[in-house]
């Protein structure tokens, strides 16, 4: 069984941005956009949405040195030029931005996962979009690394991949709500299967499974 990493965050982005919300920044007169991106060093530096659209810096910010190939982000820019909307290819302001956790799925065995813990956790949001699922939650932690988890156990001759969201507190007590964003590749997965199921168990949706048509 493959072990979860312990989540590990860095944080580059103003505290206010991770509430996730527009109408939880104060009113400016610029226009933002605020997406989940994968960074790629080449053929140039360079924002990859999940729907492909690539995000060219308008200008080299000594920040992005900080930055790894294929490092997943959650970004807040501003469009630059003139370009037209829903083009492959576009130019940004960056206004700020920061590292999220990145992960892939994992193929398990039902005996393996019956024996993971499945502590609930809060969910905010949940999508899929390109090769990831992504998630947005929050922990109730206090002194202790919490570890999360996307696992699955494959099953090829069925339409539906079934995926699982597994949480581990580690014996935490309650303290404070963190809240992150979460991005799993389910890229090596997705061509054998036509839907996705996701089920987690939350303290809000109660044990849930969402479902997503693969593209």
Same mark, same amino acid.
């Given at each position: 069984?493959?072990? /979860?990493?312990? /989540?590990?965050?860095?944080?580059?982005?103003?505290? =206010?941005?991770?509430?996730?919300?527009? !109408?939880?920044?104060?009113?400016?007169?610029? !226009?933002?956009?605020?997406?989940?991106?994968?960074?790629? %060093?080449?053929?140039?530096?360079?924002?990859?949405?999940?729907?492909?659209?690539? =995000?060219?810096?308008?200008?080299? =910010?000594?920040? @992005?040195?900080?930055? &790894?190939?294929?490092?997943?982000?959650?970004? @807040?820019?501003?469009?630059?030029?003139?370009?037209?909307?829903?083009?492959?290819?576009?130019?940004?302001?960056?206004?700020?931005?920061?590292?999220?956790?990145?992960?892939?799925?994992?193929?398990?065995?039902?005996? !393996?996962?019956?024996?993971?813990?499945?502590?609930?956790?809060?969910? %905010?949001?949940?999508?899929?979009? $390109?090769?990831?699922?992504?998630?947005?939650? #929050?922990?109730? /932690?206090? #002194?202790?690394?919490? %570890?999360?988890?996307?696992?699955?156990?494959? !099953?090829? &001759?069925?339409? %539906?991949?079934?995926?699982? =969201?597994?949480?581990?507190?580690? $014996?935490?007590?309650?303290?404070?709500?963190? &809240?992150?964003?979460?991005?799993? #590749?389910?890229?090596?997965?997705?061509?054998?299967?036509?839907?996705?199921?996701?089920? @987690?168990? &939350?303290?809000?949706?109660?044990?849930? #499974?969402?479902?997503?048509?693969?593209?």
């Amino acid at each position: 069984m493959r072990r /979860v990493r312990v /989540v590990s965050v860095v944080v580059l982005l103003l505290s =206010l941005l991770w509430g996730g919300c527009e !109408e939880e920044f104060p009113y400016n007169d610029w !226009e933002y956009q605020m997406d989940l991106a994968t960074f790629k %060093t080449m053929p140039e530096p360079q924002f990859v949405l999940d729907n492909g659209v690539a =995000l060219i810096p308008e200008s080299r =910010l000594a920040a @992005l040195s900080l930055l &790894s190939d294929d490092d997943r982000c959650l970004l @807040l820019y501003e469009y630059a030029g003139d370009d037209a909307a829903g083009e492959k290819r576009r130019e940004i302001k960056i206004n700020s931005y920061a590292r999220i956790y990145c992960d892939s799925a994992y193929a398990i065995t039902e005996q !393996e996962l019956s024996r993971m813990p499945d502590d609930p956790l809060v969910l %905010t949001s949940i999508w899929q979009e $390109g090769d990831f699922v992504n998630i947005r939650l #929050s922990l109730d /932690v206090n #002194s202790c690394s919490h %570890t999360v988890g996307l696992f699955y156990i494959p !099953e090829i &001759s069925n339409d %539906t991949l079934k995926m699982e =969201l597994r949480h581990d507190k580690r $014996g935490d007590l309650p303290g404070y709500l963190d &809240s992150d964003y979460f991005s799993y #590749s389910i890229e090596r997965q997705k061509a054998n299967y036509r839907v996705i199921s996701v089920r @987690l168990n &939350s303290s809000n949706y109660g044990e849930k #499974s969402f479902i997503f048509p693969l593209e």
